[in-house]
């Protein structure tokens, strides 16, 4: 039986032996095939007393999610995922500080979490404030931390931004997200290179609810 089938028969949520069982590349598996359920209207259904049942027994998420807090983002819905399979991180941008970065340390070494998905998404609000070089409040310090994604576009491009422009800030800052916490992140570096995980980037389109992974 295929991973997508074991899971497609859970009842409850997910086991710690079934999270386990995975690859890290089952995992993105998992949820790409959620996001093709997710497109063609065909959700797995689980009852909600099991999940919550399971839920109180405790948690073993099969891959852990940095987002954006966009609200045209569900990021549970848009991967079809019930409760117990994901962690979830959200924040402007879908970018890291210490704090994300322990987040998913703690998924993926204690928790045991089989990958990190980075999931990016179209007409991103925070890349165009950066885009605009916007300066205000909190903002100002969250936005530098986009600024390396949006630089070199900016420059070749000009303003005001296009959208196509703005889909390129996009995916570079998914890309190099992967790549700081590969940097910043001596531990899932090394698990990524063990193999225990994998860290992978992905975007999400606003109008048509798909989700594009990249490389």
Do not use: W
């Not at 045209?72 to 959200?90: H, K, N, Q, T, Y």
């Not at 885009?131 to 070199?152: H, M």
């Not at 916490?181 to 698990?191: A, F, P, Q, T």
């Amino acid at each position: 039986m295929s991973t997508i089938d074991s899971y497609l028969q859970v009842k409850g949520s997910i086991s710690a032996d079934f999270q386990q069982s995975l690859t890290a590349n089952d995992a993105v598996d998992l949820l790409k095939s959620g996001n093709e359920r997710f497109m063609t209207k065909k959700p797995a259904k689980r009852e909600r007393e099991a999940l919550l049942e399971g839920a109180a027994q405790g948690q073993a998420p099969y891959a852990a999610v940095l987002g954006c807090i966009d609200s045209r983002a569900p990021i549970e819905e848009v991967f079809d995922a019930s409760i117990g399979d994901l962690f979830v991180a959200r924040v402007a941008g879908n970018t890291v500080n210490e704090d994300i970065l322990g987040s998913l340390e703690y998924a993926c070494k204690y928790a045991g979490s089989k990958a990190i998905l980075v999931l990016g998404h179209t007409q991103c609000g925070a890349v165009k404030g950066t885009y605009s070089e916007l300066k205000d409040g909190n903002l100002t310090v969250l936005l530098q931390r986009i600024e390396p994604a949006v630089s070199g576009i900016r420059n070749e491009v000009g303003q005001p931004p296009t959208d196509e422009a703005i889909d390129r800030c996009v995916a570079s800052n998914v890309d190099l997200v992967c790549d700081r916490i590969r940097n910043e992140s001596d531990i899932l570096r090394v698990m990524e290179e063990n193999g225990d995980i994998t860290i992978a980037g992905a975007i999400y389109d606003v109008a048509t609810g798909e989700v594009s992974f990249r490389g």
